[in-house]
Protein backbone atom coordinates (compact mmCIF):
# COMPACT_ATOMS: atom_id res chain seq x y z
CA UNK A 1 0.00 0.00 0.00
CA UNK A 2 2.76 2.37 0.81
CA UNK A 3 4.62 1.17 -2.30
CA UNK A 4 1.20 2.43 -4.29
CA UNK A 5 1.10 5.93 -2.96
CA UNK A 6 4.86 6.77 -3.20
CA UNK A 7 4.75 5.47 -6.35
CA UNK A 8 2.04 7.84 -7.40
CA UNK A 9 3.28 10.74 -5.69
CA UNK A 10 6.59 10.63 -7.88
CA UNK A 11 3.94 10.03 -9.94
CA UNK A 12 2.51 13.67 -9.87
CA UNK A 13 5.60 15.49 -8.39
CA UNK A 14 6.93 14.73 -11.77
CA UNK A 15 4.23 14.92 -14.05
CA UNK A 16 2.94 18.29 -13.02
CA UNK A 17 5.73 20.55 -13.84
CA UNK A 18 6.76 18.70 -16.87
CA UNK A 19 3.31 18.93 -18.40
CA UNK A 20 3.00 22.68 -17.70
CA UNK A 21 6.17 23.20 -19.27
CA UNK A 22 5.52 21.16 -22.16
CA UNK A 23 2.44 22.85 -22.92
CA UNK A 24 3.48 26.50 -22.19
CA UNK A 25 7.11 26.43 -23.13
CA UNK A 26 7.79 22.87 -25.75
CA UNK A 27 4.56 23.43 -28.00
CA UNK A 28 4.78 27.14 -27.95
CA UNK A 29 7.69 26.77 -30.07
CA UNK A 30 5.74 24.49 -32.47
CA UNK A 31 3.23 26.75 -33.10
CA UNK A 32 5.92 29.10 -33.58
CA UNK A 33 7.63 26.93 -36.03
CA UNK A 34 4.03 26.06 -38.11
CA UNK A 35 3.41 30.13 -38.19
CA UNK A 36 6.59 30.84 -39.22
CA UNK A 37 5.99 29.24 -42.82
CA UNK A 38 2.24 30.81 -43.04
CA UNK A 39 1.65 33.69 -45.17
CA UNK A 40 0.84 37.41 -43.52
CA UNK A 41 -2.93 38.02 -44.29
CA UNK A 42 -5.81 40.43 -42.88
CA UNK A 43 -7.79 38.54 -40.61
CA UNK A 44 -8.01 37.38 -37.39
CA UNK A 45 -5.60 35.54 -36.59
CA UNK A 46 -3.16 37.47 -39.14
CA UNK A 47 -1.86 34.64 -40.98
CA UNK A 48 -3.14 32.21 -43.30
CA UNK A 49 -3.51 28.95 -43.72
CA UNK A 50 -4.81 28.15 -40.04
CA UNK A 51 -4.99 24.79 -39.76
CA UNK A 52 -8.48 23.62 -37.58
CA UNK A 53 -8.07 20.41 -36.39
CA UNK A 54 -11.89 19.99 -35.81
CA UNK A 55 -12.79 20.00 -39.75
CA UNK A 56 -10.63 16.49 -40.15
CA UNK A 57 -7.68 14.94 -41.18
CA UNK A 58 -8.19 16.27 -45.23
CA UNK A 59 -8.71 19.86 -44.21
CA UNK A 60 -5.06 19.55 -42.03
CA UNK A 61 -3.26 18.19 -44.87
CA UNK A 62 -4.89 20.33 -47.20
CA UNK A 63 -3.46 23.60 -44.93
CA UNK A 64 -0.22 21.86 -44.61
CA UNK A 65 0.67 21.59 -48.51
CA UNK A 66 -0.27 25.65 -48.67
CA UNK A 67 3.05 25.86 -46.28
CA UNK A 68 6.08 27.51 -47.49
CA UNK A 69 9.84 28.65 -47.27
CA UNK A 70 8.92 31.99 -47.92
CA UNK A 71 9.12 33.88 -45.08
CA UNK A 72 12.95 32.26 -44.42
CA UNK A 73 13.72 33.39 -48.25
CA UNK A 74 12.53 36.98 -47.95
CA UNK A 75 15.17 36.64 -44.73
CA UNK A 76 17.80 35.66 -46.52
CA UNK A 77 17.73 37.81 -49.57
CA UNK A 78 16.90 40.81 -47.24
CA UNK A 79 19.99 42.83 -46.11
CA UNK A 80 18.37 44.06 -43.07
CA UNK A 81 18.06 40.53 -41.27
CA UNK A 82 21.13 38.78 -41.57
CA UNK A 83 23.13 42.34 -41.04
CA UNK A 84 20.84 42.29 -37.27
CA UNK A 85 21.49 38.62 -36.37
CA UNK A 86 25.23 39.55 -37.36
CA UNK A 87 25.34 43.19 -35.53
CA UNK A 88 23.24 41.42 -32.42
CA UNK A 89 25.88 38.32 -32.31
CA UNK A 90 28.99 40.97 -32.26
CA UNK A 91 27.24 43.76 -29.98
CA UNK A 92 26.77 40.14 -27.21
CA UNK A 93 29.91 38.88 -27.87
CA UNK A 94 31.88 42.40 -27.33
CA UNK A 95 29.65 43.33 -23.93
CA UNK A 96 30.14 40.29 -22.89
CA UNK A 97 34.15 40.52 -23.35
CA UNK A 98 33.64 43.63 -21.58
CA UNK A 99 31.26 42.63 -18.55
CA UNK A 100 33.87 39.74 -17.99
CA UNK A 101 36.82 42.51 -17.49
CA UNK A 102 34.68 44.92 -15.43
CA UNK A 103 32.96 42.01 -13.46
CA UNK A 104 35.73 39.28 -12.50
CA UNK A 105 37.73 42.30 -9.98
CA UNK A 106 34.32 42.55 -8.40
CA UNK A 107 33.95 38.75 -7.98
CA UNK A 108 37.50 38.33 -7.15
CA UNK A 109 37.36 41.65 -4.72
CA UNK A 110 34.13 39.91 -2.90
CA UNK A 111 35.50 36.30 -2.68
CA UNK A 112 39.22 37.55 -0.98
CA UNK A 113 37.29 40.15 1.33
CA UNK A 114 37.04 38.85 5.04
CA UNK A 115 34.67 36.35 5.81
CA UNK A 116 32.69 38.56 8.10
CA UNK A 117 31.66 41.35 5.02
CA UNK A 118 31.25 38.85 2.70
CA UNK A 119 27.48 38.27 3.12
CA UNK A 120 26.86 42.10 3.06
CA UNK A 121 28.88 42.30 -0.24
CA UNK A 122 26.79 39.50 -1.86
CA UNK A 123 23.55 41.45 -1.00
CA UNK A 124 24.91 44.23 -2.55
CA UNK A 125 25.50 42.91 -5.80
CA UNK A 126 21.99 40.57 -5.63
CA UNK A 127 20.31 44.17 -4.51
CA UNK A 128 19.98 45.98 -8.29
CA UNK A 129 19.18 42.68 -9.40
CA UNK A 130 15.77 42.79 -7.79
CA UNK A 131 15.39 46.09 -9.13
CA UNK A 132 13.27 46.66 -12.62
CA UNK A 133 15.16 46.08 -15.57
CA UNK A 134 13.88 48.38 -17.35
CA UNK A 135 14.03 51.04 -14.64
CA UNK A 136 17.96 50.68 -14.22
CA UNK A 137 17.61 51.19 -18.43
CA UNK A 138 16.00 54.34 -17.84
CA UNK A 139 18.39 55.51 -15.71
CA UNK A 140 21.04 55.96 -18.02
CA UNK A 141 18.82 57.90 -20.48
CA UNK A 142 19.13 60.82 -17.71
CA UNK A 143 22.70 60.08 -17.51
CA UNK A 144 24.22 59.48 -21.07
CA UNK A 145 22.19 62.57 -22.60
CA UNK A 146 23.92 65.18 -24.22
CA UNK A 147 22.47 68.06 -21.47
CA UNK A 148 22.74 64.51 -19.12
CA UNK A 149 24.73 64.28 -16.14
CA UNK A 150 27.96 62.50 -17.73
CA UNK A 151 28.41 65.92 -19.78
CA UNK A 152 27.56 67.93 -17.28
CA UNK A 153 30.10 66.68 -14.47
CA UNK A 154 32.50 66.03 -17.50
CA UNK A 155 32.03 69.59 -18.79
CA UNK A 156 32.06 71.20 -15.04
CA UNK A 157 35.61 69.14 -14.05
CA UNK A 158 36.44 70.90 -17.99
CA UNK A 159 37.56 67.42 -19.26
CA UNK A 160 35.67 68.41 -22.56
CA UNK A 161 34.32 71.39 -23.79
CA UNK A 162 31.30 69.80 -26.09
CA UNK A 163 29.14 67.34 -24.94
CA UNK A 164 29.91 63.75 -26.43
CA UNK A 165 27.19 62.08 -27.87
CA UNK A 166 26.67 58.70 -26.40
CA UNK A 167 22.99 57.95 -26.08
CA UNK A 168 21.86 56.39 -29.43
CA UNK A 169 25.06 54.96 -30.01
CA UNK A 170 26.49 51.57 -29.57
CA UNK A 171 28.53 52.49 -26.82
CA UNK A 172 25.30 53.26 -25.04
CA UNK A 173 23.91 49.87 -25.63
CA UNK A 174 27.31 48.20 -24.18
CA UNK A 175 26.88 50.57 -21.24
CA UNK A 176 23.29 48.95 -20.93
CA UNK A 177 24.01 45.02 -21.08
CA UNK A 178 27.26 45.44 -19.37
CA UNK A 179 25.74 47.21 -16.41
CA UNK A 180 21.70 45.43 -16.31
CA UNK A 181 23.85 41.80 -16.86
CA UNK A 182 26.52 42.06 -14.54
CA UNK A 183 25.26 40.35 -11.31
CA UNK A 184 24.64 37.42 -13.80
CA UNK A 185 28.08 37.08 -14.20
CA UNK A 186 29.48 38.52 -10.70
CA UNK A 187 27.44 35.85 -8.80
CA UNK A 188 28.79 32.56 -10.56
CA UNK A 189 32.46 33.54 -10.62
CA UNK A 190 32.36 34.73 -6.78
CA UNK A 191 30.95 31.42 -6.31
CA UNK A 192 33.90 29.41 -8.31
CA UNK A 193 36.90 31.57 -6.69
CA UNK A 194 34.51 31.48 -2.76
CA UNK A 195 35.12 27.41 -2.57
CA UNK A 196 38.54 27.69 -4.09
CA UNK A 197 41.46 26.78 -2.04
CA UNK A 198 43.44 29.18 -1.50
CA UNK A 199 46.87 27.69 -0.43
CA UNK A 200 47.23 26.60 -3.67
CA UNK A 201 48.40 30.22 -4.62
CA UNK A 202 50.07 31.00 -1.68
CA UNK A 203 52.43 27.24 -2.59
CA UNK A 204 52.83 28.91 -6.13
CA UNK A 205 53.79 32.07 -4.69
CA UNK A 206 56.51 30.70 -1.98
CA UNK A 207 57.82 28.40 -5.60
CA UNK A 208 58.80 31.52 -6.99
CA UNK A 209 55.76 32.97 -9.00
CA UNK A 210 54.82 36.26 -9.12
CA UNK A 211 51.49 36.75 -8.43
CA UNK A 212 50.12 37.99 -11.38
CA UNK A 213 51.36 34.42 -12.96
CA UNK A 214 49.87 32.90 -9.65
CA UNK A 215 46.88 34.29 -10.96
CA UNK A 216 47.07 33.31 -13.99
CA UNK A 217 48.09 29.50 -13.37
CA UNK A 218 45.81 28.81 -10.64
CA UNK A 219 43.18 31.26 -9.79
CA UNK A 220 41.83 31.63 -13.17
CA UNK A 221 41.54 28.17 -14.43
CA UNK A 222 39.89 27.08 -10.83
CA UNK A 223 37.24 29.91 -11.92
CA UNK A 224 36.59 28.94 -15.05
CA UNK A 225 32.94 27.15 -14.54
CA UNK A 226 32.08 30.26 -13.14
CA UNK A 227 33.42 32.41 -15.83
CA UNK A 228 31.40 30.06 -18.40
CA UNK A 229 28.45 30.08 -16.80
CA UNK A 230 28.25 33.95 -16.31
CA UNK A 231 29.78 34.43 -20.09
CA UNK A 232 26.67 32.31 -21.27
CA UNK A 233 23.88 33.64 -18.78
CA UNK A 234 24.93 37.19 -20.34
CA UNK A 235 25.46 36.25 -23.80
CA UNK A 236 22.62 34.32 -24.75
CA UNK A 237 19.95 36.70 -23.50
CA UNK A 238 22.04 39.77 -24.75
CA UNK A 239 21.58 38.32 -28.28
CA UNK A 240 18.02 38.70 -28.01
CA UNK A 241 18.01 41.77 -26.42
CA UNK A 242 15.19 44.76 -26.56
CA UNK A 243 14.74 47.07 -24.14
CA UNK A 244 18.48 48.31 -24.04
CA UNK A 245 19.06 48.71 -28.06
CA UNK A 246 15.15 50.30 -27.92
CA UNK A 247 16.08 52.54 -25.20
CA UNK A 248 19.79 53.24 -25.46
CA UNK A 249 20.07 52.42 -28.99
CA UNK A 250 19.72 54.92 -32.05
CA UNK A 251 17.53 54.46 -35.08
CA UNK A 252 20.56 52.97 -36.59
CA UNK A 253 21.41 50.48 -34.46
CA UNK A 254 20.10 46.98 -35.72
CA UNK A 255 19.28 44.30 -33.25
CA UNK A 256 17.37 40.80 -33.68
CA UNK A 257 15.30 41.38 -30.82
CA UNK A 258 14.43 45.35 -32.06
CA UNK A 259 13.77 43.62 -35.41
CA UNK A 260 11.49 41.05 -34.42
CA UNK A 261 9.27 43.66 -31.94
CA UNK A 262 8.66 45.88 -34.63
CA UNK A 263 7.98 43.22 -37.65
CA UNK A 264 4.84 42.35 -34.59
CA UNK A 265 3.91 45.42 -32.85
CA UNK A 266 4.48 48.10 -35.91
CA UNK A 267 4.10 45.34 -39.02
CA UNK A 268 1.47 43.30 -37.66
CA UNK A 269 3.60 40.42 -39.69
CA UNK A 270 3.39 37.58 -37.62
CA UNK A 271 4.89 34.97 -39.66
CA UNK A 272 7.55 37.07 -39.99
CA UNK A 273 8.63 37.92 -37.04
CA UNK A 274 7.82 33.80 -36.11
CA UNK A 275 10.60 33.15 -38.80
CA UNK A 276 13.05 35.56 -37.45
CA UNK A 277 12.09 33.88 -33.78
CA UNK A 278 13.02 30.61 -34.96
CA UNK A 279 16.39 31.69 -36.67
CA UNK A 280 17.10 32.97 -33.52
CA UNK A 281 16.62 29.71 -31.71
CA UNK A 282 18.80 28.45 -34.26
CA UNK A 283 21.99 30.36 -33.54
CA UNK A 284 20.77 30.36 -29.76
CA UNK A 285 20.65 26.46 -29.46
CA UNK A 286 23.98 25.37 -29.59
CA UNK A 287 25.15 28.10 -26.56
CA UNK A 288 21.86 26.97 -24.57
CA UNK A 289 22.28 23.12 -25.07
CA UNK A 290 25.81 23.97 -23.55
CA UNK A 291 24.47 26.15 -20.68
CA UNK A 292 22.16 23.75 -19.56
CA UNK A 293 24.89 20.83 -19.58
CA UNK A 294 27.36 23.29 -16.91
CA UNK A 295 24.48 23.95 -14.80
CA UNK A 296 23.09 20.24 -14.84
CA UNK A 297 26.90 19.21 -14.43
CA UNK A 298 27.53 21.82 -11.74
CA UNK A 299 24.12 20.65 -10.02
CA UNK A 300 25.96 16.88 -10.08
CA UNK A 301 29.23 17.44 -8.64
CA UNK A 302 27.62 19.29 -5.47
CA UNK A 303 25.64 15.99 -4.73
CA UNK B 1 48.67 38.49 1.65
CA UNK B 2 50.46 41.14 -0.44
CA UNK B 3 48.78 44.43 0.35
CA UNK B 4 49.15 45.54 -2.98
CA UNK B 5 46.56 43.03 -4.28
CA UNK B 6 44.51 43.98 -1.35
CA UNK B 7 44.54 47.88 -2.59
CA UNK B 8 43.84 46.70 -5.98
CA UNK B 9 40.40 44.59 -4.65
CA UNK B 10 39.23 46.94 -2.04
CA UNK B 11 39.71 49.30 -5.45
CA UNK B 12 37.67 47.37 -7.55
CA UNK B 13 35.06 46.79 -4.93
CA UNK B 14 34.26 50.54 -4.57
CA UNK B 15 34.37 51.26 -8.56
CA UNK B 16 32.05 48.34 -9.22
CA UNK B 17 29.53 49.39 -6.37
CA UNK B 18 29.33 52.59 -7.61
CA UNK B 19 28.76 51.58 -10.82
CA UNK B 20 26.05 49.24 -10.03
CA UNK B 21 24.41 52.10 -7.47
CA UNK B 22 25.36 55.28 -8.88
CA UNK B 23 22.51 55.27 -11.71
CA UNK B 24 19.97 54.25 -9.26
CA UNK B 25 20.77 56.47 -6.45
CA UNK B 26 21.09 59.48 -8.88
CA UNK B 27 17.46 58.36 -10.38
CA UNK B 28 15.95 58.56 -6.72
CA UNK B 29 17.44 61.96 -5.99
CA UNK B 30 15.66 63.52 -9.44
CA UNK B 31 12.88 61.99 -8.26
CA UNK B 32 12.43 64.84 -5.58
CA UNK B 33 13.38 67.53 -7.98
CA UNK B 34 11.17 70.68 -8.43
CA UNK B 35 12.12 71.12 -12.04
CA UNK B 36 10.26 69.45 -14.89
CA UNK B 37 13.97 68.97 -16.39
CA UNK B 38 15.29 65.84 -14.83
CA UNK B 39 18.61 66.92 -15.24
CA UNK B 40 18.68 70.54 -13.53
CA UNK B 41 18.06 70.22 -9.89
CA UNK B 42 15.60 72.96 -9.21
CA UNK B 43 15.24 72.37 -5.16
CA UNK B 44 12.87 69.72 -2.82
CA UNK B 45 9.99 68.58 -4.19
CA UNK B 46 7.56 65.54 -3.90
CA UNK B 47 4.79 67.18 -5.88
CA UNK B 48 5.87 64.58 -8.66
CA UNK B 49 4.74 61.76 -6.16
CA UNK B 50 1.52 63.68 -5.53
CA UNK B 51 0.91 64.02 -9.40
CA UNK B 52 1.83 60.36 -9.79
CA UNK B 53 -1.18 59.13 -7.17
CA UNK B 54 -3.49 61.57 -8.74
CA UNK B 55 -2.87 59.78 -12.18
CA UNK B 56 -5.26 57.16 -12.38
CA UNK B 57 -3.61 55.31 -15.18
CA UNK B 58 -0.89 54.15 -13.11
CA UNK B 59 -2.93 53.68 -10.37
CA UNK B 60 -4.99 50.97 -12.22
CA UNK B 61 -1.55 49.55 -13.88
CA UNK B 62 0.25 49.03 -10.33
CA UNK B 63 -3.39 47.10 -9.07
CA UNK B 64 -3.07 45.16 -12.30
CA UNK B 65 0.64 44.45 -11.81
CA UNK B 66 0.23 43.47 -8.19
CA UNK B 67 -2.10 41.02 -8.81
CA UNK B 68 -0.46 39.28 -11.82
CA UNK B 69 2.75 39.13 -9.48
CA UNK B 70 0.89 37.55 -6.04
CA UNK B 71 -0.77 34.99 -7.87
CA UNK B 72 1.73 34.32 -10.91
CA UNK B 73 4.57 34.29 -8.16
CA UNK B 74 2.22 31.88 -6.04
CA UNK B 75 1.69 29.11 -8.70
CA UNK B 76 5.29 29.48 -9.49
CA UNK B 77 6.68 28.35 -6.25
CA UNK B 78 4.38 25.31 -6.01
CA UNK B 79 5.29 24.04 -9.43
CA UNK B 80 8.87 25.57 -9.10
CA UNK B 81 9.47 23.11 -6.11
CA UNK B 82 7.98 20.51 -7.42
CA UNK B 83 10.14 21.22 -10.42
CA UNK B 84 12.64 20.69 -8.01
CA UNK B 85 11.79 17.38 -6.41
CA UNK B 86 11.71 15.93 -9.66
CA UNK B 87 14.46 17.01 -10.66
CA UNK B 88 16.44 16.14 -7.10
CA UNK B 89 14.19 13.25 -5.53
CA UNK B 90 14.11 10.99 -9.32
CA UNK B 91 17.09 10.69 -10.76
CA UNK B 92 15.96 8.28 -13.38
CA UNK B 93 12.90 8.75 -15.56
CA UNK B 94 11.88 9.03 -19.12
CA UNK B 95 12.46 12.26 -21.03
CA UNK B 96 14.45 13.83 -18.04
CA UNK B 97 17.22 15.14 -20.44
CA UNK B 98 13.85 17.03 -21.36
CA UNK B 99 12.28 18.14 -18.33
CA UNK B 100 16.08 19.52 -17.20
CA UNK B 101 16.28 21.26 -20.28
CA UNK B 102 12.72 22.89 -20.12
CA UNK B 103 14.23 23.71 -16.70
CA UNK B 104 17.05 25.83 -17.93
CA UNK B 105 16.23 27.03 -21.19
CA UNK B 106 13.89 29.41 -19.81
CA UNK B 107 16.98 31.04 -17.64
CA UNK B 108 18.70 32.35 -20.73
CA UNK B 109 15.79 32.59 -23.16
CA UNK B 110 15.55 36.34 -24.97
CA UNK B 111 12.24 37.37 -23.83
CA UNK B 112 11.28 38.40 -27.13
CA UNK B 113 11.29 34.94 -28.67
CA UNK B 114 9.37 33.43 -25.02
CA UNK B 115 6.61 36.28 -25.41
CA UNK B 116 6.06 35.46 -29.76
CA UNK B 117 5.78 32.27 -28.34
CA UNK B 118 3.27 32.34 -25.28
CA UNK B 119 1.21 34.99 -27.82
CA UNK B 120 1.07 32.15 -30.51
CA UNK B 121 0.11 29.54 -28.24
CA UNK B 122 -3.36 31.21 -26.71
CA UNK B 123 -4.47 32.28 -30.25
CA UNK B 124 -3.95 28.64 -31.11
CA UNK B 125 -5.85 27.74 -28.21
CA UNK B 126 -8.53 30.30 -28.63
CA UNK B 127 -7.42 32.57 -24.97
CA UNK B 128 -8.73 36.25 -24.67
CA UNK B 129 -5.65 38.09 -23.87
CA UNK B 130 -5.79 39.72 -20.56
CA UNK B 131 -4.61 39.23 -17.02
CA UNK B 132 -5.04 35.71 -17.21
CA UNK B 133 -2.91 35.23 -20.60
CA UNK B 134 -0.11 37.61 -18.53
CA UNK B 135 -0.43 35.33 -15.54
CA UNK B 136 0.08 32.10 -17.10
CA UNK B 137 3.30 33.61 -18.77
CA UNK B 138 4.46 34.70 -15.60
CA UNK B 139 4.14 31.54 -14.14
CA UNK B 140 5.61 29.60 -16.67
CA UNK B 141 9.31 31.60 -16.52
CA UNK B 142 9.58 32.35 -13.01
CA UNK B 143 8.46 28.52 -11.77
CA UNK B 144 12.30 27.78 -13.64
CA UNK B 145 13.75 30.48 -11.27
CA UNK B 146 11.75 29.10 -8.03
CA UNK B 147 13.05 25.36 -9.58
CA UNK B 148 17.02 26.32 -9.28
CA UNK B 149 17.13 28.00 -6.28
CA UNK B 150 14.63 25.35 -4.42
CA UNK B 151 17.02 22.86 -6.11
CA UNK B 152 19.97 24.74 -5.00
CA UNK B 153 19.11 23.84 -1.49
CA UNK B 154 17.53 20.51 -2.11
CA UNK B 155 21.09 19.05 -3.16
CA UNK B 156 22.33 20.03 0.23
CA UNK B 157 19.54 18.53 2.22
CA UNK B 158 20.07 15.16 4.31
CA UNK B 159 17.91 12.55 2.91
CA UNK B 160 17.99 10.30 5.69
CA UNK B 161 15.64 12.68 7.86
CA UNK B 162 13.21 11.61 5.25
CA UNK B 163 13.85 7.96 4.82
CA UNK B 164 13.58 7.94 8.56
CA UNK B 165 10.12 9.51 8.52
CA UNK B 166 9.07 7.32 5.74
CA UNK B 167 10.48 4.09 7.66
CA UNK B 168 8.34 5.35 10.50
CA UNK B 169 4.92 4.99 8.30
CA UNK B 170 4.77 8.94 7.51
CA UNK B 171 3.47 9.28 3.65
CA UNK B 172 5.71 10.65 1.37
CA UNK B 173 3.04 13.94 1.34
CA UNK B 174 3.30 14.03 5.44
CA UNK B 175 6.81 13.39 5.12
CA UNK B 176 7.08 16.46 2.53
CA UNK B 177 4.59 18.75 4.75
CA UNK B 178 6.68 17.34 8.39
CA UNK B 179 9.89 17.20 7.40
CA UNK B 180 11.19 18.44 4.06
CA UNK B 181 9.10 21.19 3.76
CA UNK B 182 10.57 22.92 6.98
CA UNK B 183 14.23 22.78 5.98
CA UNK B 184 13.70 24.06 2.65
CA UNK B 185 11.33 27.11 3.91
CA UNK B 186 14.24 29.63 3.37
CA UNK B 187 14.55 28.35 -0.20
CA UNK B 188 10.73 28.03 -0.97
CA UNK B 189 10.57 31.86 0.10
CA UNK B 190 12.98 33.65 -1.37
CA UNK B 191 11.65 31.32 -4.94
CA UNK B 192 8.81 33.33 -4.03
CA UNK B 193 10.63 36.58 -3.43
CA UNK B 194 12.02 36.26 -6.98
CA UNK B 195 9.05 35.62 -8.93
CA UNK B 196 7.20 37.57 -7.37
CA UNK B 197 10.04 40.28 -8.57
CA UNK B 198 10.47 39.03 -11.49
CA UNK B 199 6.93 39.46 -12.57
CA UNK B 200 6.88 42.71 -10.96
CA UNK B 201 9.65 44.03 -13.69
CA UNK B 202 8.74 42.28 -16.81
CA UNK B 203 8.15 44.34 -20.10
CA UNK B 204 8.45 42.23 -23.14
CA UNK B 205 6.71 39.15 -22.15
CA UNK B 206 3.80 41.39 -20.76
CA UNK B 207 3.83 43.32 -23.63
CA UNK B 208 3.38 40.43 -26.20
CA UNK B 209 0.76 38.17 -23.49
CA UNK B 210 -1.38 41.10 -22.56
CA UNK B 211 -4.55 42.57 -24.10
CA UNK B 212 -7.08 45.41 -23.05
CA UNK B 213 -7.25 46.49 -19.67
CA UNK B 214 -4.28 44.32 -18.39
CA UNK B 215 -1.56 47.27 -19.08
CA UNK B 216 1.38 46.59 -16.42
CA UNK B 217 3.59 49.01 -14.24
CA UNK B 218 6.43 48.67 -16.60
CA UNK B 219 4.07 48.65 -19.70
CA UNK B 220 2.83 51.96 -18.77
CA UNK B 221 6.34 53.45 -17.30
CA UNK B 222 7.64 52.00 -20.49
CA UNK B 223 5.30 54.02 -23.04
CA UNK B 224 6.02 56.93 -21.29
CA UNK B 225 9.77 56.72 -21.26
CA UNK B 226 9.14 56.40 -24.97
CA UNK B 227 7.81 60.00 -24.62
CA UNK B 228 10.50 61.40 -22.73
CA UNK B 229 12.19 61.59 -19.55
CA UNK B 230 10.09 63.13 -16.85
CA UNK B 231 10.28 63.46 -13.16
CA UNK B 232 6.69 61.65 -12.33
CA UNK B 233 8.40 58.39 -14.40
CA UNK B 234 11.86 59.07 -11.68
CA UNK B 235 8.88 59.04 -8.71
CA UNK B 236 7.06 55.68 -10.01
CA UNK B 237 10.49 54.11 -10.51
CA UNK B 238 11.39 54.84 -6.71
CA UNK B 239 8.11 53.36 -5.24
CA UNK B 240 9.17 50.24 -7.40
CA UNK B 241 12.53 50.28 -5.84
CA UNK B 242 11.54 51.25 -2.41
CA UNK B 243 9.03 48.41 -2.03
CA UNK B 244 11.79 46.16 -3.56
CA UNK B 245 14.20 47.57 -0.88
CA UNK B 246 12.07 46.99 1.72
CA UNK B 247 10.95 43.46 1.13
CA UNK B 248 14.78 42.32 0.66
CA UNK B 249 15.92 44.08 3.82
CA UNK B 250 12.80 42.46 6.07
CA UNK B 251 13.50 39.12 3.98
CA UNK B 252 17.32 39.21 5.34
CA UNK B 253 16.93 40.28 8.78
CA UNK B 254 14.09 37.51 8.78
CA UNK B 255 16.76 34.90 8.28
CA UNK B 256 19.29 36.54 10.26
CA UNK B 257 17.20 35.92 13.21
CA UNK B 258 16.33 32.51 12.30
CA UNK B 259 20.27 31.46 12.25
CA UNK B 260 20.54 33.21 15.32
CA UNK B 261 18.05 31.46 17.19
CA UNK B 262 18.92 28.16 15.71
CA UNK B 263 22.42 29.02 16.77
CA UNK B 264 21.07 29.64 19.89
CA UNK B 265 18.91 26.33 20.38
CA UNK B 266 22.19 23.86 18.96
CA UNK B 267 23.88 25.92 22.31
CA UNK B 268 21.50 24.67 24.61
CA UNK B 269 20.74 21.38 22.80
CA UNK B 270 24.98 20.97 23.24
CA UNK B 271 24.25 21.92 27.28
CA UNK B 272 21.47 19.09 28.04
Not at chain 1, 27 to 50: D, G, H, N, Q, R
Not at chain 1, 280 to 292: A, K
Not at chain 2, 68 to 81: C, N, Q, R, Y
Request: aromatic fraction near 12%; charge should be neutral; include cysteine.
Amino acid sequence: MQKLIASVTSRLVISIPYLWLLVFFLIPFIIVFKISLSEVAMAIPPYTPVVDITAGIKSVFNSISQFSWDNYVWLVEDPLYYKAYISSLVIAIVSTFLTLIIGYPIAYGMARAPATIRPTLLMLVILPFWTSFLIRVYAWIGILKPEGLLNQFLMWANVIDTPLNILNTNTAIFIGIVYSYLPFLVLPIYSALEKMDYSLVEAAEDLGCTPLMAFWKITFPLSMPGVIAGCFLVFIPATGEFVIPDLLGGSSTLMIGKTLWSEFFSNRDWPVSSAVAVILLLLLVVPIVLFQRSEAKAQESEK
Amino acid sequence: MNTTWSRFNIASLVLGFAFLYLPIVLLVIYSFNESRLVTVWAGFSTKWYTSLFNNQAFIDAAWVTIRVGLISATFATILGTLGALAMTRYTRFRGRMLFSAMIYAPLVMPEVITGLSLLLLFVAIGLDRGILTVTLAHITFSMCFVAVVVQSRLVTFDRSLEEAAMDLGATPVTTFFKVTLPVILPAVVSGWMLAFTLSLDDLVISSFTSGPGATTLPMRIYSQVRLGVTPEINAACTILIAIVAVGVIIASIANKRREVNRARDEQAAARN
